[in-house]
């Protein structure tokens, strides 16, 4: 069974920046489009950044222009550099297959935007 970590949340105020990190237990990139999603309190989970095994990257509009999202291939491991942040990017940050989340999810890491 796949497990992925997910790491590199914390509080930050309203502007700053954070880069999360997710390991994969497997060469995800050869199969799968992988995606980073989030849910906010109350909320359901959203998807907001996808990449491909190519390196061909998609965006939610909420986030588009601040977030980045990238991979290594060679590590296993996916990233999201979260640059201008918002209160409203306070959810909980996990990392999965990028269309339907089809694999077992982690624990997420939490990321508050917060003065």
């Known amino acids: 069974q796949v497990q992925l970590v997910e790491s590199g949340g914390g509080l930050v105020q309203p502007g700053g920046s954070l880069r999360l990190s997710c390991t994969f237990s497997a060469r995800l990139f050869r199969i799968y489009v992988m995606g980073w999603y989030r849910q906010a309190p109350g909320k359901q989970r959203e998807l907001v950044a996808t990449i491909t095994g190519g390196g061909n990257t998609n965006y939610a509009d909420s986030v588009k222009g601040r977030f980045t999202i990238s991979g290594d291939n060679a590590k296993n491991m996916m990233y999201l550099q979260m640059n201008s942040l918002k209160s409203e990017d306070t959810a909980v940050y996990y990392c999965?297959?990028?269309?339907?989340?089809?694999?077992?999810w982690g624990q997420g890491t939490q990321v508050t935007v917060s003065s």
């Open positions: 999965n297959e990028g269309t339907k989340g089809l694999l077992s």
